[in-house]
């Protein structure tokens, strides 16, 4: 029973809202950690991570969790590779030439 409660991504949920609403930056980034490393993360777990991330300046990190998700959740939702990918392509490009893509 304690190895399910452990593992139910339910309770880990709550726990990483209850960090991102009164928590610190980083003991929130602790807990989306641990969700990646229990492997029981699903495709808005790690779209809501990357969110956090680009929120709060982490940048490459963003990119990181997006890269890393394809182990996860890779056949699960193809969001969960695109989407920070997009938000990254988004602040970069104000940099490209013109005509470029």
Not at 1 to 20: A, G, I, N
């Amino acid at each position: 029973m304690q190895t399910r409660l452990f593992k139910s991504l339910k309770l880990w949920s709550f726990y990483v809202d209850l960090e991102e609403s009164i928590g610190s930056v980083e003991a929130t980034k602790a807990v989306y950690d641990k969700i990646m490393e229990l492997k029981i993360a699903n495709a808005q777990t790690i779209i809501n991570y990357a969110q956090f991330l680009e929120e709060n300046k982490y940048f490459e990190e963003s990119f990181k969790v997006g890269r890393r998700s394809r182990i996860f959740v890779a056949s699960e939702s193809w969001l969960s590779v695109h989407y920070p990918l997009a938000g990254i392509r988004a602040r970069y490009r104000p940099l490209q030439l013109p005509g470029s893509i």
